[in-house]
């Protein structure tokens, strides 16, 4: 229950009650759930539905838990729980924004005294950047991205190997159509709960993203990531191709290598080919925009390889010239031989080209969903932490302050505020909820030295031992990610802090 100093007494059991966990302010009836269906009336109070979830490391390793101490009051003293971290998820909010954080618990790790601020955040400056490792083309940059027909963000700029994803945002969540904000938040909620949601690019595809999964395009489970551009794949493979092909072209959206002009080709004295490329010369067997983007060839539109290539030079190529195309995830690859005519006829694909091809499939990696849920810690949030917001800021830029989401290691971006980003698959299952203001609510964690918290002017009256916290229906105690750095052991941890 969240105390307040200034609730009246409570209601009645046949009552309803009013919520002060968001903005929102629901009147709810027994037995029933607010909006976000977090907080319940049972009986009369205020009750959170989905249990506190605590890290503990005794789960990991296989041994016994150890109750939490229920019995007597607590008599103030700091108890040593380095075993066990208190997350956010399921604490309740610091709305409104007088209170401090629901939870400020202490624990001595390695002699230390360190504390830990707990607060579940109402974010509606958030949205997640997703990064789809594919060849595909999903659509151009700055095209609408939509869930439910509602714009819900944007393609931003690709990176080597990946498409990625601008979503959700303020302007998505308040700033438009009040579907428009309701469907941004419901499509920011399941993915960073994990769950597959279905996105339609303008002027391009449809996908299906799931955090840790394959994405589907158009239809079409992705299977593998690019080695590289055409180029970079030339450079790669160019030995292995020696003596097996005269001339190969490595099919690209960005960059299409040709190895016999490529600099690789050169130094192996790879002979010249008469071979006429479309496209745009940049620099020695490299071709920039041989085709158009899209969902074939190397993510390009095209399905006949031959179709970026013009005539052979005669007076350089010759009957027999094998020549070998691939695209830069080895899903497509064909084979000809030049004729008499010097045109090219398709051939089964020798042998040791195909064990090049898979070569090629084996040094791509496989094609992945990424979320990186990304929000900014307001002032009323960091209010729950220190009378003086502008400290923990300055605490957190210092590294003074360790800051986790469920116990998850973030990245704090550099400047001003706390803007973080986290990778919701390291997080507790369903650790990010809503409020149908609308805004994401995400766990988030800072957790310093207890004579640092004191010196930034911290809720020193609301610390309270792991210990005094009740063990029960209430709380959920799992088993950390073995990846993820010990958040009570911060100036040993892996810091991910820009």
């Not at 609730?7 to 919520?19: G, N, Q, S």
Request: hydrophobic share 40%; glycine share 12%.
């Amino acid at each position: 229950m969240l105390d307040d100093p200034t609730t009246a007494a409570r209601p009645a059991a046949d009552e309803k009650i009013r919520c002060d966990a968001c903005p929102v302010m629901c009147y709810i009836k027994p037995g029933a759930t607010g909006a976000c269906d977090r907080y319940a009336n049972d009986a009369g109070e205020l009750v959170r539905v989905d249990p506190h979830v605590l890290l503990d490391r005794a789960l990991a390793q296989g041994a016994s838990v150890v109750p939490f101490n229920r019995g007597g009051d607590w008599d103030g003293k700091l108890l040593a729980s380095p075993e066990t971290f208190v997350t956010a998820i399921g604490a309740g909010t610091t709305y409104p924004d007088y209170k401090p954080a629901p939870f400020i618990v202490s624990a001595e790790v390695d002699g230390v005294d360190m504390v830990t601020v707990v607060t579940e955040g109402i974010f509606s400056y958030c949205g997640v950047k997703v990064k789809i490792d594919t060849d595909r083309f999903l659509g151009p940059e700055q095209a609408t991205v939509r869930a439910a027909g509602e714009a819900v963000g944007h393609v931003t700029t690709s990176e080597y190997g990946s498409q990625m994803l601008s979503l959700g945002g303020v302007h998505h969540l308040t700033g438009g159509a009040k579907k428009e904000g309701r469907v941004t938040c419901e499509a920011l909620l399941e993915l960073c709960n994990g769950k597959a949601v279905e996105l339609a690019i303008d002027g391009g595809s449809t996908v299906i993203v799931q955090a840790g999964k394959a994405p589907i395009v158009n239809g079409f489970q992705e299977e593998r990531m690019r080695v590289g551009c055409g180029s970079a794949t030339i450079g790669m493979f160019a030995k292995q191709w020696l003596g097996k092909a005269d001339e190969v072209v490595v099919v690209d959206d960005h960059i299409t290598g040709v190895l016999s002009e490529h600099q690789a080709g050169k130094l192996l004295d790879i002979p010249e080919t008469g071979i006429k490329m479309k496209g745009r010369r940049s620099t020695p067997g490299r071709y920039f925009q041989v085709a158009e983007p899209g969902t074939g060839w190397g993510g390009t539109n095209i399905t006949d390889p031959l179709s970026i290539i013009g005539p052979f030079d005669p007076k350089v190529a010759w009957p027999g010239l094998r020549l070998f195309f691939i695209s830069t995830t080895g899903e497509h690859s064909a084979y000809y031989e030049l004729d008499e005519a010097l045109q090219p006829v398709a051939k089964a694909l020798p042998a040791d080209l195909l064990a090049s091809t898979e070569r090629v499939k084996e040094n791509c990696e496989p094609a992945l969903s990424t979320v990186l849920f990304m929000a900014g810690a307001g002032g009323s949030l960091r209010s729950g932490v220190t009378e003086n917001p502008v400290r923990l800021t300055k605490s957190v830029k210092d590294a003074l302050t360790y800051v986790t989401s469920g116990g998850a290691p973030v990245y704090v971006y550099p400047g001003g505020g706390i803007t973080f980003m986290v990778d919701v698959t390291r997080l507790p299952e369903n650790a990010f909820g809503y409020v149908p203001t609308p805004a994401l609510v995400a766990p988030i964690e800072f957790t310093l030295k207890l004579s640092d918290y004191e010196a930034l002017g911290g809720h020193m009256t609301e610390v309270r031992p792991v210990s005094s916290i009740p063990h029960g229906e209430a709380t959920l105690s799992l088993a950390p990610r073995g990846d993820n750095p010990w958040p009570l052991a911060p100036n040993s941890a892996k810091r991910s802090h820009g």
